[in-house]
C-alpha cells in the first residue's frame, strides 16, 4: 500500500499518472527555461571537463610522440655515428697495414719492371749477320776447274772452311737463340709475380672501395638522420621494433636457460640455507637463495660484457682507464669461474640428495628388500651432463646482457609508441564522452520540449493570435489617421 | 679512480642490501605437524600393517620441518611413554633422509612386538596428540586416529571432560565396523557423529573420515 501512495486514482496506475502529468504540466512550462539552462549547464560541467580533458591527453600524446622522436632520433644518430666510427677505424686500420707496406710494394714492382725492360732489350739483339765474305764465295764458286787439280784442292779447300765457318755460325746462331729463349723463359715468373702483386693491390683498393661505399651508405642515412626526415624515423622506429622482438625472444630463451639453471641448484641450496624458512607463504628461501645466485652471475656476465665494451649499458665503465677497466674484467671472470665451480658442486650435490630421497621412497614402498643398484653408466651420464651444465650456464648467461642491451634501447621507443597510442585512445574516449554528455543534454532539452508540448502549443496559439490582432492594429491606424 | 672506487661502494651497498632481504623472513611457519594415534586393542592390533602404510607413505611426503609423532592407544593413552617414535625432520634435506630412515627402522620393530591391550583409551591419545603438536608450534597440525573409534575404558580411568584440540584438524582412519555395528548400523553412524561432535565442541579446526586410505594424499596436499 505504502507505493501507492501517490495515486490520485486507487488502484488505476494510468488514470493517476495521468491526473497527476496534467497537473504537472503548468509547472513543467513554467519552469521550462530554468530546465533547459539546467540541462545545458549540466551538458557543460560534465562535458567540459571531459573535453578538456581530451585536448590535453592529445596534447601530451603530440609533445610525447615528439620527445619520443628526439629520444629515436637522437640515439639512431649516435648508433650510426659509432658505426661509422668503426668503418673508419677499419679504413684506418686498412689503409695503415697496406699503405705501410705500399713503398716496398712499389720498389718490388719497380725492380721487377726494369728486369723485364732489361731482358726484353736482351731479347733485341739479333746474331750477327753473314760475313762479306759470302759474295767472295760466291764469286770462287764460279770459278771453274776444268779438272785443274790445283784449283780443285783449292775449291775443296775452301769448301771445307766455309762448310766449317757455316757450321760456327750456325751454331753460334743456335746458342744465340737459345740464350734469348732462355731469357724469355726467364720472363715468366716476373710476370706471374707482377701479376699477383698486381693481383693484391687490386683486392686492397676493392676492399677500400666496400668499406667506402658502406661508409657512403652510412654518411647518407646519418644525413637522413640530421635532417630528421620522417623516412629516417619510420627506418629507426622498425628497425627498434625488430630488435625489441629478437632481443625479447632471444631473453625468454635465456630465461628458460636460467630456469634450468634454478632447477640444478635448488634443491642443493636448501641443504645450505634449510629448506624450512620462508620469504613469503610459497617462496622457500632456498629458492630465492638459488635466485639471488643466479641473478648474480647474470650481473657479473654483464660486467664482463662491460669492460670488453661490447655492451654500453654503464658510462661509468665505459669511461673507467684501461687499466682499472682490465682489473675489472678480471675480477669479475674470476667470480664467474668461482659461481661456476660451485654451480658444478651443486649440480653433483643435487645429483646425489635425489638419488638419496629415491632411494628412501623405494625402500619406504618396498618394505626392507632392497631394488637392483642402476648400471653405473646409467647414474655417471646424467650425473656428468648436470655438472656440465652447471658449470657451463653462468657463462652462457653471460652473453644475456647483449640481448639485455637491445631490449632495454628499443623498449624506449617500443614502450614511447604503446603509451601515445594509449594517451591517444583515452583522449579519444574521453573526447566521445564529452560529445555524448553535451548530445545527450540537447536530447534532453527537446524531450522535455515534447513532454510540454501541449502548454507549448496553447502558447503558440496565444502568441499567433496576438500578433494577429497587432497587424490589424496596425493596418486600422493609418485609415483612422486618413480619415 | 675515483670513479672505480663509487663503483665498488655501490656495489658493496647492494650486496649488504641482498643479505638484509635475506635476513627478513615470513615469521609464520610452513610447516606441519602429524601425531598418528594406533589403536592395539583387541582385534584391531591385526589392522596395524595398513597403519606401518601410512606411516610409510607420510615418511615419504612430510618435508623437511615437518614434525611427525606415532602413538599407541592402550588402556590408558595420556603418557609420553606410548608415543612409539617422534620427530621433527631437519632442515637439510639429506639429514631428513635419514631421520626417515630411523623413524621406519622404530615403527618395523614395532609392528614385530605389538599386542593387544584390554581397553581403548582414544580420549587420552587425543589429550596427548594436542598437547605435543602444541609444542611444535606447526602451522598446520594434524591428528591421524587409526582405530574402529570404539573408546572403551576402564572403572577408574575419567575421561568424561571437555578437552582442547583449538586448530587441529581430527582425521579418522580405517574406521572399522564391528559386528555390532553389521547389526544396527545406526550404532556406526551414531559413533562417528558423537566423536565429530565432540572433536568440533574441543576446538578442531576439522573433522575428516577417510575409510580409503588412498584419499589421505589429497587430505595432507590440501
Given at each position: 500500500?505504502?507505493?501507492?501512495?501517490?495515486?490520485?486514482?486507487?488502484?488505476?496506475?494510468?488514470?493517476?499518472?495521468?491526473?497527476?502529468?496534467?497537473?504537472?504540466?503548468?509547472?513543467?512550462?513554467?519552469?521550462?527555461?530554468?530546465?533547459?539552462?539546467?540541462f545545458?549547464?549540466?551538458?557543460?560541467?560534465?562535458g567540459?571537463?571531459?573535453?578538456?580533458g581530451?585536448?590535453w591527453?592529445f596534447?601530451?600524446?603530440?609533445?610525447?610522440?615528439?620527445?619520443?622522436r628526439?629520444?629515436?632520433?637522437?640515439?639512431?644518430?649516435?648508433?650510426?655515428?659509432?658505426?661509422?666510427?668503426?668503418?673508419?677505424?677499419?679504413?684506418?686500420?686498412?689503409v695503415?697495414?697496406?699503405?705501410?707496406?705500399?713503398?716496398?710494394?712499389?720498389?718490388?714492382?719497380?725492380?721487377?719492371?726494369?728486369?723485364?725492360?732489361e731482358?726484353?732489350?736482351?731479347c733485341g739483339?739479333v746474331?750477327?749477320?753473314?760475313?762479306d765474305?759470302?759474295?767472295?764465295?760466291?764469286?770462287?764458286?764460279?770459278?771453274?776447274?776444268?779438272?785443274?787439280?790445283?784449283?780443285?784442292?783449292?775449291?775443296?779447300e775452301?769448301?771445307?772452311?766455309?762448310e766449317?765457318?757455316?757450321g760456327k755460325?750456325?751454331?753460334?746462331?743456335?746458342r744465340?737463340?737459345?740464350?734469348?729463349?732462355?731469357?724469355?723463359?726467364g720472363?715468366?715468373?716476373?710476370?706471374?709475380?707482377?701479376?699477383?702483386?698486381?693481383?693484391?693491390?687490386?683486392?686492397k683498393?676493392?676492399?677500400l672501395q666496400?668499406?667506402?661505399?658502406?661508409?657512403?651508405a652510412?654518411?647518407?642515412?646519418?644525413?637522413?638522420i640530421?635532417?630528421?626526415?620522417?623516412?629516417?624515423?619510420?627506418?629507426?622506429?622498425v628497425?627498434?621494433?625488430?630488435?625489441?622482438?629478437?632481443?625479447?625472444?632471444?631473453?625468454?630463451?635465456a630465461?628458460?636457460?636460467?630456469?634450468?639453471?634454478?632447477?640444478?641448484?635448488?634443491?642443493?641450496?636448501?641443504?645450505?640455507?634449510?629448506?624450512?624458512?620462508y620469504?613469503t607463504?610459497?617462496?622457500?628461501?632456498?629458492?630465492?637463495?638459488?635466485l639471488?645466485?643466479?641473478?648474480?652471475?647474470?650481473?657479473?656476465?654483464?660486467?664482463?660484457?662491460?669492460?670488453?665494451?661490447?655492451t654500453?649499458?654503464f658510462?661509468?665503465?665505459?669511461?673507467?682507464?684501461?687499466?682499472?677497466?682490465?682489473?675489472?674484467?678480471?675480477?669479475?671472470?674470476?667470480?664467474?669461474?668461482?659461481?661456476?665451480?660451485?654451480?658444478?658442486?651443486?649440480a653433483?650435490?643435487?645429483?646425489?640428495?635425489?638419488?638419496?630421497?629415491?632411494?628412501?621412497?623405494q625402500?619406504?614402498?618396498?618394505?626392507?628388500?632392497?631394488a637392483?643398484?642402476?648400471?653405473?653408466?646409467?647414474?655417471?651420464?646424467?650425473t656428468t651432463?648436470?655438472?656440465?651444465?652447471g658449470?657451463?650456464?653462468?657463462?652462457a648467461?653471460?652473453?644475456?646482457a647483449v640481448?639485455?642491451?637491445?631490449?632495454?634501447?628499443?623498449?624506449?621507443t617500443?614502450?614511447?609508441?604503446?603509451?601515445?597510442?594509449?594517451?591517444?585512445?583515452?583522449?579519444?574516449?574521453?573526447?566521445?564522452?564529452?560529445?555524448?554528455?553535451?548530445?545527450?543534454?540537447r536530447?534532453?532539452?527537446?524531450?522535455?520540449?515534447?513532454?510540454?508540448?501541449?502548454?507549448?502549443l496553447?502558447?503558440?496559439?496565444?502568441?499567433a493570435?496576438?500578433s494577429?490582432a497587432?497587424?490589424?492594429?496596425?493596418?486600422?491606424?493609418p485609415?483612422?489617421?486618413?480619415? | 679512480?675515483?670513479?672505480?672506487?663509487?663503483?665498488a661502494?655501490?656495489?658493496l651497498?647492494?650486496?649488504?642490501?641482498?643479505?638484509?632481504?635475506?635476513?627478513?623472513?615470513?615469521?609464520?611457519?610452513?610447516?606441519?605437524?602429524?601425531?598418528?594415534?594406533?589403536?592395539?586393542s583387541?582385534?584391531?592390533?591385526?589392522?596395524v600393517?595398513k597403519?606401518?602404510?601410512?606411516?610409510?607413505?607420510?615418511?615419504?611426503t612430510?618435508?623437511?620441518?615437518?614434525?611427525?609423532?606415532?602413538?599407541?592407544?592402550?588402556?590408558?593413552?595420556?603418557?609420553?611413554?606410548d608415543?612409539?617414535?617422534?620427530?621433527?625432520?631437519?632442515?637439510?634435506?639429506?639429514?631428513?633422509?635419514?631421520?626417515?630412515?630411523a623413524?621406519?627402522?622404530?615403527?618395523?620393530a614395532?609392528?614385530?612386538?605389538?599386542?593387544?591391550?584390554a581397553?581403548?583409551?582414544?580420549t587420552?591419545?587425543?589429550?596427548?596428540?594436542?598437547?605435543?603438536?602444541?609444542?611444535?608450534?606447526?602451522?598446520?597440525?594434524?591428528?591421524?586416529?587409526f582405530?574402529?573409534?570404539?573408546?572403551?575404558?576402564?572403572?577408574?580411568t575419567?575421561?568424561?571432560?571437555?578437552?582442547?584440540?583449538?586448530?587441529?584438524?581430527?582425521?579418522?582412519?580405517?574406521?572399522?565396523k564391528l559386528?555390532?555395528?553389521?547389526?544396527?548400523p545406526?550404532?556406526?553412524?551414531?559413533?562417528?557423529?558423537a566423536?565429530?561432535?565432540?572433536?568440533?565442541?574441543?576446538?578442531?579446526?576439522?573433522?575428516?573420515?577417510?575409510?580409503?586410505?588412498?584419499?589421505?594424499?589429497?587430505?595432507?596436499?590440501g
Amino acid at each position: 500500500m505504502s507505493n501507492q501512495f501517490w495515486m490520485i486514482w486507487p488502484d488505476n496506475v494510468m488514470a493517476s499518472a495521468l491526473i497527476l502529468f496534467v497537473i504537472a504540466m503548468p509547472f513543467l512550462y513554467a519552469a521550462r527555461k530554468l530546465v533547459h539552462d539546467l540541462f545545458r549547464s549540466l551538458g557543460q560541467v560534465v562535458g567540459g571537463p571531459l573535453r578538456l580533458g581530451a585536448r590535453w591527453l592529445f596534447a601530451t600524446a603530440r609533445d610525447m610522440k615528439e620527445r619520443n622522436r628526439t629520444v629515436l632520433l637522437a640515439h639512431g644518430r649516435e648508433e650510426v655515428g659509432q658505426h661509422i666510427e668503426r668503418e673508419f677505424e677499419r679504413i684506418g686500420a686498412m689503409v695503415t697495414r697496406d699503405l705501410e707496406g705500399y713503398p716496398a710494394l712499389q720498389r718490388k714492382l719497380l725492380e721487377e719492371i726494369t728486369r723485364v725492360e732489361e731482358d726484353y732489350k736482351k731479347c733485341g739483339e739479333v746474331p750477327p749477320p753473314p760475313p762479306d765474305w759470302v759474295e767472295a764465295v760466291s764469286a770462287i764458286a764460279k770459278v771453274k776447274s776444268e779438272g785443274n787439280e790445283m784449283v780443285q784442292r783449292i775449291l775443296e779447300e775452301i769448301k771445307r772452311s766455309v762448310e766449317s765457318i757455316h757450321g760456327k755460325a750456325l751454331a753460334e746462331y743456335r746458342r744465340a737463340y737459345e740464350a734469348r729463349h732462355k731469357i724469355l723463359n726467364g720472363f715468366m715468373p716476373f710476370w706471374r709475380s707482377l701479376d699477383k702483386t698486381f693481383g693484391q693491390v687490386d683486392k686492397k683498393l676493392t676492399g677500400l672501395q666496400d668499406t667506402s661505399a658502406k661508409i657512403d651508405a652510412q654518411m647518407e642515412k646519418y644525413e637522413q638522420i640530421n635532417k630528421k626526415t620522417d623516412r629516417a624515423e619510420h627506418a629507426l622506429t622498425v628497425s627498434a621494433f625488430t630488435q625489441f622482438a629478437i632481443s625479447l625472444l632471444v631473453l625468454l630463451i635465456a630465461v628458460g636457460g636460467a630456469l634450468v639453471n634454478f632447477k640444478l641448484i635448488a634443491l642443493p641450496f636448501s641443504e645450505m640455507v634449510g629448506a624450512g624458512d620462508y620469504l613469503t607463504a610459497t617462496l622457500r628461501m632456498s629458492d630465492v637463495a638459488a635466485l639471488v645466485i643466479i641473478f648474480l652471475e647474470a650481473t657479473m656476465g654483464l660486467f664482463v660484457m662491460e669492460t670488453l665494451r661490447i655492451t654500453h649499458l654503464f658510462p661509468l665503465i665505459a669511461n673507467m682507464n684501461e687499466r682499472m677497466r682490465r682489473r675489472m674484467l678480471w675480477v669479475a671472470l674470476v667470480f664467474l669461474f668461482v659461481f661456476a665451480g660451485i654451480e658444478a658442486a651443486l649440480a653433483l650435490m643435487r645429483d646425489m640428495l635425489a638419488a638419496d630421497k629415491q632411494a628412501l621412497i623405494q625402500s619406504l614402498a618396498s618394505g626392507p628388500q632392497q631394488a637392483a643398484p642402476p648400471d653405473p653408466l646409467l647414474r655417471a651420464i646424467p650425473t656428468t651432463a648436470q655438472m656440465v651444465l652447471g658449470f657451463f650456464l653462468p657463462f652462457a648467461l653471460a652473453f644475456v646482457a647483449v640481448p639485455l642491451e637491445s631490449f632495454i634501447y628499443s623498449l624506449r621507443t617500443v614502450g614511447g609508441a604503446f603509451l601515445v597510442m594509449v594517451i591517444r585512445i583515452a583522449g579519444f574516449i574521453l573526447r566521445v564522452l564529452g560529445n555524448l554528455v553535451r548530445q545527450l543534454c540537447r536530447v534532453l532539452v527537446t524531450l522535455y520540449d515534447v513532454i510540454i508540448v501541449l502548454p507549448l502549443l496553447i502558447e503558440r496559439v496565444v502568441k499567433a493570435t496576438r500578433s494577429g490582432a497587432d497587424d490589424e492594429a496596425r493596418e486600422s491606424r493609418p485609415v483612422k489617421r486618413a480619415a | 679512480m675515483n670513479r672505480g672506487a663509487n663503483m665498488a661502494k655501490r656495489l658493496l651497498l647492494a650486496t649488504l642490501l641482498g643479505l638484509s632481504l635475506s635476513s627478513c623472513t615470513d615469521p609464520r611457519s610452513h610447516t606441519q605437524a602429524v601425531y598418528m594415534l594406533i589403536d592395539t586393542s583387541g582385534t584391531y592390533a591385526q589392522e596395524v600393517d595398513k597403519a606401518q602404510k601410512i606411516i610409510n607413505y607420510l615418511l615419504g611426503t612430510l618435508q623437511s620441518g615437518d614434525s611427525l609423532a606415532v602413538a599407541r592407544v592402550r588402556t590408558r593413552s595420556f603418557s609420553e611413554k606410548d608415543i612409539i617414535a617422534k620427530v621433527t625432520f631437519d632442515n637439510r634435506p639429506s639429514q631428513a633422509n635419514a631421520q626417515k630412515r630411523a623413524f621406519r627402522d622404530k615403527i618395523d620393530a614395532f609392528v614385530k612386538s605389538v599386542s593387544g591391550s584390554a581397553y581403548t583409551d582414544i580420549t587420552g591419545g587425543l589429550i596427548q596428540g594436542g598437547m605435543f603438536l602444541k609444542e611444535t608450534g606447526a602451522g598446520r597440525k594434524t591428528i591421524l586416529i587409526f582405530s574402529d573409534m570404539q573408546e572403551e575404558l576402564d572403572k577408574v580411568t575419567v575421561r568424561d571432560f571437555p578437552i582442547d584440540l583449538k586448530d587441529i584438524r581430527v582425521v579418522a582412519l580405517n574406521v572399522v565396523k564391528l559386528k555390532t555395528d553389521n547389526v544396527d548400523p545406526r550404532r556406526y553412524i551414531g559413533r562417528l557423529e558423537a566423536w565429530q561432535k565432540r572433536v568440533e565442541q574441543a576446538g578442531a579446526s576439522e573433522w575428516i573420515l577417510i575409510n580409503d586410505i588412498e584419499h589421505l594424499d589429497r587430505m595432507l596436499q590440501g
